[in-house]
């Protein structure tokens, strides 16, 4: 068919669809709406019920020819004119008639389907010839939306490979709708063959034929539906999901190959994934039918069951699925070797070694079983020129390693097989196993005798006893079959072949006796509370000599121990019969300081008792029940208390009463001195009695329906043979309990202290909880709900760390009194403890340093040596770690091969882990502040008393050469003198010297200060300040208090005491001393004494001159200890004289000290607790009067030896006698 003039008139309603096709596609979908028309020149679209002009436009030259106008419309229906000129044939038709103007146009109104859609053509002819002057045809298409897509079969079944074809189909709608197929999730249409319907009666299909796979199974496709009557964007689907059936897929596993070691358990699964499911497989080995299951199990896998299997699947589509499966069979090495081989001592031996493993061995080596160093690898045993040594037995041991399918690990397995190689030889050194044999009397032995080397052929044995050397038996064994005491003694094998004879053998046998009671306890014994010299012994043989104990209720009996001590006394004997037997005696007396006249019976002494006697090979046993007859003693449930009941009015009441009695006790109670039996008045008791261990009564009063005067005091009067007792328990509301009593610490640990009470009476409650309260090193208080629980684990605390726990109790009346406090530490956490750093040990100089990480007072290091030839550690000694590296030198007589140090805390348990030390070849150089201390302390000491001689004879050669000073000269200059020296108290000794020779030991102590409850303490040092005055303040670092560099004062520069005046008390002194300073007198010393100082100091004691506005006799010596000594032992300063009274003296210039009061940069030291603060006054006045003194003659002034000691000036003369004094003491 041939298309001519083919025209695209009306794209409007075509343009641009939305709904997934391409510009391309709807050119073509244009293309075939043109075609459709064919020769026609426009295209119209109108919707059905809407009206439509169908235009024809001509030359008005036309009308010259006087032509005839017409409309033809050609439709489904029928073929007709509807109009002519200007009249209408047919209704809702008009026309547009000017052919005046060229217009000739038809106009549709309500146009409808059947009537409208099809082909308008518009004529024009001429008259007469019927020549076609004009024609324009016009294809009017009626928009009717199409109806929804229908798609056969409505659930399509395929099979896999097999071609189904998909029909979608659409009718009603005009023009023919555009029919799409889509696979879900591809946005490309599927290619189809389409149908038209041509009319909307007939509807139009797309054909979408698909040959389906497996994956295809469940796949949606969807049909989409549009044509130009519906809006943009409109669109009509349509989906349906195909059901693919597909042949099956087998896979097998779990892994393929599979690896099963032999022995275990091998499971093959066949998996199959097919389209009718299967419900059973086929698996075949080797052709031949095996198991229908999924799962193939061999429980017991076997070499002979390696291989290969196959699993069949059929699902009945025409195509079955098979899969195969390898069953690799994994086993340790199976080794074989020939079980002997003989030779002549000289040949060579040549050896296979067979194995089978798989996977395949790793390693293949031969062993000799008697000789462990002895291996050789490789499959064949070769040995060149054997010798009697080489007799034994070889092991050849193959080892492969195994990979199981599904583990991660591997395991390694091994083989082994041996071959006795024969060397003929003559037996070696004999020998006895067991090497000391022992039997029990009437019991079997053997004695085994063997031979190194074994000799070749087998030899035989000789046995015989000592005393007789007749044969007792031949062979490797000796048997006895019940052993007597005949049979102990000295026993003797000799082994010997055609080659030779071995040496003799010899063992001891020993035959020991199980212990035998021969005096036995009786199984009852009835006592009365009271009697004396009650004892029981037991009597028994055995050997070797055993052991004798007494138990009570299962539990040891010791005299020693605390719970036993005082009650009981054991006395125990043994003698020796023969051949290491003995009869051993043990008496067990109720005797002891605690008891009534020290040996009688007490009630308490009921109870089991047992005389054990055991040895080495047994042990026998005698048991006693002693029974006591006393009186009745009543079993409080609280010690601390009266019993007591607690129920509520209208209550049903239970009083208990406990008592233990024997003979058996009668019961009766009683209420306000009424007995209670049955009832009394209109009340009415009961009572039951019931009966416990021990012979131990419980007799329980019952009062139903309690009233008010029920409550008060209830007696329970029990009564025996040997006695009656009474007990009162007091029966009240129920109330608040009372506290609980003996708060103890069952165990303590790193973080949580166990706590256990005894609780109080429980106010008549059985719910009643406990509460601990307790609190730490920080001062906050916590508490800790125990509930029900006794004992009652409080945990989340610190470790090493003191806690002070109380309790109290609670039920629904409120709460008791707390206990007493107990206090308790928690233990230290070991794993916390550090280890000690570079542990190296120098064996030549036996010397050990070790480092810390930081400096720990409050630990110890715990040395512990390994001696030469010794496998076990020896604790040496342990080690202060007063320092962060440590320096000793072991003290030990032996070798020391190993050392080892660990730090440890509280005791020699409580310690961190043990770190072996490293042998060097030599020292470390680490400062020597390890070294033992006292070893310092004395070589300093002894330094320092030398140097304190020298300093003695100097200063003795000194006074010598003063001379007595005219006390006029003293008189006449006595207006400027110099500041007196503060007092001297003898508070303990001093020594400057001693400071400056003891650095070592102060870098050591000097971190102690305010550690863990070690000594700390405060020092002056005296600076200058920034006007030039002077000022004594506390300084941390100052050892000392005295005012002299060369003094014996004090002891704190070496062993660092606290300082002995409290700060509230150093205040008080201080105001006490300086008013005391405005009111002293003002002395000066004279040039010569400065001069003289100078030259024995060599300038290190310039004096500073302080200038005083008060006179010597208004100086008051101190009254009271306390202002300026706090040591309660120190002894008491005697009163100062005062200086106007001294009288002449040859020591009046005190040139024995340096001036208290000078610049520290000048020498002098600074005053204890006496700040030097001066105004600036003062220090003018000092200046003028030291301008005087360079002018005056020098004063004098006496003081004697006594009386520089009580004035408290160092003289020359008291200087040395006192040091002298101090020193012994």
């Not at 010299?533 to 121990?561: E, I, N, Y």
């Not at 001195?673 to 009564?697: C, E, F």
């Not at 520069?1053 to 201080?1070: G, R």
């Not at 200046?1183 to 003659?1193: D, L, N």
Request: charged share 20%; aromatic share 8%.
């Amino acid at each position: 068919m041939v298309i001519k003039n083919v025209k695209i008139c009306d794209q409007q309603p075509t343009t641009r669809m939305t709904y997934g096709l391409s510009s391309v596609e709807e050119g073509l979908v244009l293309l075939s709406l043109s075609v459709t028309a064919v020769l026609g020149d426009d295209m119209k679209d109108v919707k059905e019920g809407e009206d439509v002009i169908l235009e024809c436009r001509f030359g008005s030259h036309l009308i010259s020819r006087g032509p005839t106008f017409y409309w033809a419309r050609s439709n489904a229906r029928d073929k007709d004119n509807v109009a002519i000129e200007g009249t209408p044939l047919e209704q809702n038709y008009e026309v547009d008639y000017s052919p005046n103007t060229g217009k000739y146009d038809l106009r549709i109104r309500n146009s409808t389907y059947d009537r409208d859609n099809g082909k308008f053509e518009c004529r024009i002819k001429e008259k007469g010839s019927g020549q076609t002057l004009h024609s324009k045809t016009v294809q009017l298409t009626v928009l009717l939306p199409p109806g929804p897509p229908k798609i056969t079969p409505l659930e399509p079944t395929a099979t896999e490979g097999r071609s189904l074809d998909l029909t979608c189909s659409s009718s009603g709608g005009s023009p023919d709708p555009l029919i799409r197929w889509y696979r879900n999730g591809m946005p490309y249409p599927l290619d189809s063959i389409i149908k038209l319907g041509t009319s909307k009666n007939n509807p139009t299909s797309a054909i979408l034929s698909v040959t389906p796979q497996r994956d295809d199974d469940g796949t949606e496709y969807r049909c989409v539906v549009w044509n130009r009557a519906m809006g943009e964007g409109e669109k009509l689907e349509s989906s349906v999901a195909l059901n693919v059936n597909y042949y099956p897929r087998v896979k097998v596993g779990p892994e393929n190959p599979l690896r099963v070691e032999k022995g275990s358990e091998a499971k093959l699964t066949c998996n199959v994934d097919s389209k009718p499911a299967v419900s059973s497989v086929k698996w075949t080995r080797n052709g031949r039918f095996s198991e229908t299951s999924f799962t193939y199990t061999i429980p017991v896998v076997s070499i002979q069951e390696g291989g290969s299997y196959a699993c069949l699947a059929d699902n009945g589509l025409g195509q079955s699925g098979e899969a195969d499966l390898t069953l690799e069979v994994l086993y340790a090495p199976i080794v074989s070797v020939i079980p002997r081989k003989e030779v002549e001592d000289g040949e060579s031996v040549w050896i296979k070694c067979n194995v089978s493993s798989n996977p395949r061995p790793s390693s293949i080596e031969w062993i000799m079983k008697e000789d462990p160093s002895f291996r050789q690898s490789g499959d064949i045993l070769r040995i060149e020129r054997v010798t009697s040594q080489n007799s034994g037995n070889y092991i050849c041991k193959a080892v492969n390693v195994i990979n199981p399918s599904g583990l991660e690990t591997t395991y390694e397995r091994t083989g082994n097989a041996s071959v006795a190689l024969m060397i003929k030889h003559a037996p070696g050194k004999a020998h006895i196993e067991p090497s000391t044999p022992s039997v029990v009397e009437g019991s079997g032995v053997t004695l085994t005798c063997g031979a190194k080397p074994p000799g070749w052929p087998t030899p035989q044995y000789r046995w015989w006893k000592e005393g007789s050397e007749s044969t007792i038996s031949v062979g490797a064994q000796l048997n006895i079959g019940t052993a007597k005491a005949s049979n102990e003694g000295l026993y003797f094998c000799q082994p010997s072949n055609e080659i030779g004879t071995g040496t003799v053998a010899s063992a001891e046998l020993r035959v020991y006796q199980a212990p035998k009671i021969t005096q036995t306890l009786q199984p009852q014994v009835i006592r009365r509370a009271g009697d004396s010299g009650f004892q029981v012994t037991c009597t028994a043989k055995a050997k070797p000599r055993p052991t004798m104990r007494w138990m009570k209720d299962g539990q040891l009996l010791d005299p020693s121990h605390k719970d036993a001590r005082g009650f009981y006394r054991i006395e125990s004997h043994d003698v020796e019969i023969k051949n290491g037997a003995y009869t051993v005696n043990t008496t067990l007396f109720f005797a002891g300081d605690d008891r009534d006249h020290k040996d009688r019976i007490m009630a308490i002494d009921r109870g089991y008792y047992a005389c054990v006697i055991e040895n080495e090979v047994k042990k026998d046993e005698s048991h006693m029940y002693l029974r006591v007859q006393h009186r009745p003693i009543f079993i409080q449930q609280r010690k601390w208390e009266l019993d007591r009941a607690a129920f509520e009015i209208g209550e049903t009441a239970y009083i208990p009463c406990k008592v233990q009695a024997f003979p058996k006790a009668e019961i009766e109670w009683s209420f306000n001195q009424v007995m209670l039996s049955g009832a009394v008045g209109i009340r009415p008791y009961d009572k039951n009695t019931s009966i416990l261990a021990n012979d131990i009564y419980v007799s329980t009063l019952v009062i139903p329906d309690i009233q008010g005067d029920d409550y008060g005091e209830y007696s329970c009067k029990a009564t025996n043979s040997m006695g009656n007792a009474t007990s009162m328990i007091i029966l009240q509301e129920k109330g608040r309990p009372s506290p609980p009593a003996e708060l103890r610490i069952v165990e303590s640990d790193v973080n949580s202290v166990l706590l256990k009470w005894e609780p109080g009476f429980n106010g008549g409650y059985e719910e009643t909880k406990h509460l601990v309260q307790y609190s730490g090193d920080d001062g906050s208080i916590r508490e800790a709900d125990c509930l029900f629980y006794n004992p009652c684990n409080i945990t989340g605390l610190k470790q090493q760390t003191f806690y002070t726990f109380r309790i109290r109790a609670w039920n629904p009346k409120g709460e008791s009194e707390f206990s007493k406090n107990l206090t308790a530490m928690t233990r230290i956490d070991l794993s916390k403890i550090p280890d000690p750093l570079e542990v190296k040990f120098e064996p030549k100089s036996r010397t050990l340093v070790f480092n810390v990480l930081t400096q720990m007072p409050m630990a110890t290091a715990k040395v512990e040596l390994q001696q030469t030839g010794e496998n076990t550690w020896r604790k040496y000694r342990m080690l202060p770690v007063f320092t962060d590296k440590i320096h000793h030198v072991i003290e030990d007589p032996k070798l020391v091969e190993a050392v080892r140090v660990r730090l440890c805390f509280e005791d020699e348990e409580t310690c961190g882990n043990s770190i072996n030390a490293d042998i060097v070849s030599t020292v470390p150089a680490v400062a020597q502040v390890g070294m033992r201390v006292h070893y310092v302390i004395g070589a300093v000491v002894s330094g320092i008393v030398l140097l304190l001689c020298f300093a003695l004879v100097l200063l003795f050669c000194c006074c010598r050469k003063k001379r007595v000073v005219k006390k006029e000269q003293y008189d006449a200059n006595r207006t400027t003198t110099q500041d007196a020296p503060p007092p001297y108290y003898t508070n303990g000794m001093e020594n400057k010297g001693l400071e400056k020779s003891m650095d070592v030991i102060e870098d050591t102590l000097k971190n102690f200060n305010g550690q863990n409850g070690y000594i700390s303490y405060n020092g002056l040092h005296h600076q200058p300040n920034g006007n030039g005055n002077h000022q004594y303040n506390a300084d941390q670092n100052s050892y000392s208090n005295s005012n002299n560099a060369g003094s014996v004062d004090s002891q704190d520069s070496l062993w660092k005491a606290p300082q002995l005046v409290p700060n509230d008390q150093q205040h008080l002194m201080t105001q006490h001393h300086q008013q005391a300073l405005q009111q002293q007198q003002q002395l000066n010393h004279s040039n010569l004494m400065h001069q003289h100082l100078h030259n024995r100091n060599s300038g290190n004691y310039e004096h500073h001159h302080v200038q005083s506005t008060y006179s010597a006799e208004d100086y008051v010596p101190y009254d009271n200890r306390n202002n300026y000594v706090t040591d309660p032992y120190g002894p008491i300063p005697k009163p100062k004289r005062r200086l106007d009274l001294i009288g002449d003296s040859p020591y009046h210039e005190l040139s024995g000290l340096p001036d208290p009061y000078m610049d520290s940069t000048s020498g002098g030291a600074g005053l204890v607790g006496t700040p030097g603060h001066q105004d600036e006054s003062s220090i003018t006045t000092s200046r003028s009067q030291q301008q005087q003194s360079q002018q005056a003659p020098p004063p004098s002034a006496t003081m004697t030896f006594e009386e520089s000691l009580e004035s408290g000036y160092s003289t020359p003369n008291s200087r040395n006698r006192r040091v002298i004094r101090e020193i012994i003491v």
